[in-house]
């Protein structure tokens, strides 16, 4: 039953990651707008601690975005260059510190890549995915003639078979 719930809890939060890294790869191509955000208060996050909220205005004074928040640290003064996304899919009510401008691609793409290596890693553990080894050609499959070396435990089983036949032969 833990199997189960660890597959479906994987597909479900590989799709959630998948549609984050498509967004945040769309918005990567919309166009960046820099002012400059203002600290008006915190807000408290179970988190973080501390959430600046405050106003954001363009450098050019055309727009100007209140209770807003930032996804970084303000200055000493209260102060911080941050970009915006207004055409954005994921940048609604959120203006980014010069760190974080640009990364969520990569972070989405890295947290997809790991999370899907990781699922991928436990299922082979289980021997969920023999079925998987059985359609790959044979150099990608360690041993075709014993499937069970897909597994964990196979491979240990083999490991200790292979041990003991060359004790037996000295």
Known sequence: MGQIAFHLFAVALTGVLA???VASVVD???PIIWGTFTEEYCEDSPRRGCRPVGTWTSHDGTIVKH????DGAVGVDGTAPASYRPTGIMSNN??????????LPWLTGGLLLWWAIYSMYKATGWGDL?????????PFVRSAANPDL???????????AESAAAHRTR
Do not use: C, M, Q, S
């Not at 209770?67 to 930032?70: A, V, W």
């Not at 023999?130 to 044979?138: A, D, I, M, Q, T």
């Not at 897909?150 to 200790?160: I, L």
């Open 19 to 21: 549609a984050l890294f």
């Open 130 to 138: 023999n079925w998987l080894f059985k359609l790959l050609p044979e």
């Open 150 to 160: 897909t597994t964990r435990r196979g491979r240990r089983r083999a490991r200790a």
């Open 94 to 103: 959120v203006v980014h510190t010069t760190a974080f401008t640009g990364i």
């Open 67 to 70: 209770d807003i928040y930032l």
């Open 28 to 30: 990567a191509g919309e």
